[in-house]
């Protein structure tokens, strides 16, 4: 299976503006500059096979979102690597990103932020088709356009409206409908249907669904819903505070979750395991700053098996199965799970 995305160590962080007077204090005699910066991405890893959906899952602020904007370099990267289609694109300029950005496409939460309200659909989806010269001609391109709205379920007919004229479900139809107008190898979908009615949501995922299915290509779906990456997954991470803290197959993660954060999340759905099989997790404890960030495990501060090591060490992954890894000191290298009293 070829490799479409790999992510290597990703960082992102933004500065924060600091006041002039604070800017610059003096230390020893010497004068340093006082930085300030929101830590959103901290050395993430993950990749992508061709067909395949990997999800990335956590709590609203968890940095799934500027990983994505990271990967796409609508924000640049300040560390580690993206390799795309076997290429490394960590650093490439706007006019060599071009190519690339054909292959992958994002849909985005708000369709209607995304979609220009002044443009009418037709020309929506038709400027990335000749942008791309995908088709050569504008009729070709008209054709191409109408075809795939038919296809995600808008019909021809309404191609000369604006977007303000549809419903929420169907600006998300459009919004698909642009993101497949250029054949993408990648599909990056940022909470596509959590702004969506509840009675909306499997139309949209359903569509989403077939449409992989059909075109062939791999998602890269950011939620929070874990009902929504159950459903569509093949594998999955879950964030906390910008890191990866457990990855796996979508089974291995959902049959025997080992992280506490994972737990935690988990018990907070009951609805989508065994009942009973995790109690719900009081949730105890300060999120740390994002400005601030802790030597240890991000998540110490939370965590009810936390051990004098988790303070002051920062645990790397363990493997527990093909696959299945975790960031955790309750782990051996071995992938068994320690006594907290050791
Ligand atoms: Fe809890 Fe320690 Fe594991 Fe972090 S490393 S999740 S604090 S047990």
């Given amino acids: 299976m070829s490799r479409v ?7 992102q962080y ?11 204090s003096i230390k020893e005699g010497k004068i340093s500059i006082n930085e300030k910066r929101v830590h959103a991405v901290n050395d993430v890893s993950f990749h992508i096979d061709a067909g395949e959906v990997y999800s990335l899952v956590g709590e609203s602020g968890c940095g799934k979102s500027s990983t994505a ?18 290429d490394d694109i960590t650093h490439l300029s706007a006019r060599r990103m071009l190519p690339y950005r054909k292959e992958m496409q994002m849909i ?3 369709p209607y932020a995304s979609l220009n309200p002044r443009q009418r659909i037709i020309d929506i989806i038709t400027e ?14 008209i054709d191409r356009a109408k075809s795939i709205l038919e296809r995600v379920g808008i019909s021809s007919d309404q191609a000369d409206r604006y977007p303000h004229q549809f419903s929420g ?10 993101a497949l107008a250029v054949d993408p190898q990648l599909i990056i979908a940022d909470e596509p249907v959590s702004a969506l009615d509840v009675s909306i949501q499997a139309q949209i995922l359903n569509l989403l669904m077939d449409l992989k299915d059909e075109y062939g290509f791999s998602y890269l779906f950011i939620a929070h819903d874990l009902s929504v990456v159950r459903h569509i997954s093949d594998r999955m991470g879950i ?10 197959p979508k089974e291995n993660v959902f049959d025997a979750p080992a992280h506490p954060y994972t737990q935690l999340l988990f018990s907070a759905v009951p609805k989508i395991e065994k009942e009973g099989e995790f109690a719900p997790i009081a949730l105890e404890g300060e999120i740390p700053s994002p400005i601030h960030l802790p030597p240890g495990c991000l998540f110490a501060s939370r965590c009810d098996k936390a051990m004098e090591i988790c ?5 790397e992954y363990v493997t527990l199965s093909p696959g299945h890894r975790v960031r955790c000191h309750l782990y051996t290298s071995t992938g068994q799970e320690t006594s907290i009293d050791e």
Avoid: C, W
């Fill in 14 to 24: 933004f500065e924060l503006s600091v006041d002039l007077l604070d800017k610059f």
């Fill in 108 to 110: 985005f939460q708000d």
């Fill in 5 to 11: 995305l790999e992510v290597n160590n990703l960082i």
């Fill in 128 to 141: 990335p088709i000749l942008f791309h010269k995908i088709e050569s001609t504008k009729k070709a391109a």
């Fill in 69 to 86: 904007r990271t990967i796409v370099k609508l924000i640049e990267p300040k560390g580690g690597s993206v390799r795309f289609l076997g």
């Fill in 311 to 315: 303070k002051n060490v920062r645990p």
């Fill in 239 to 248: 964030m906390y505070l910008g890191m990866i803290v457990e990855e796996g």
């Fill in 169 to 178: 479900g169907q600006r998300q139809r459009i919004g698909i409908a642009r």
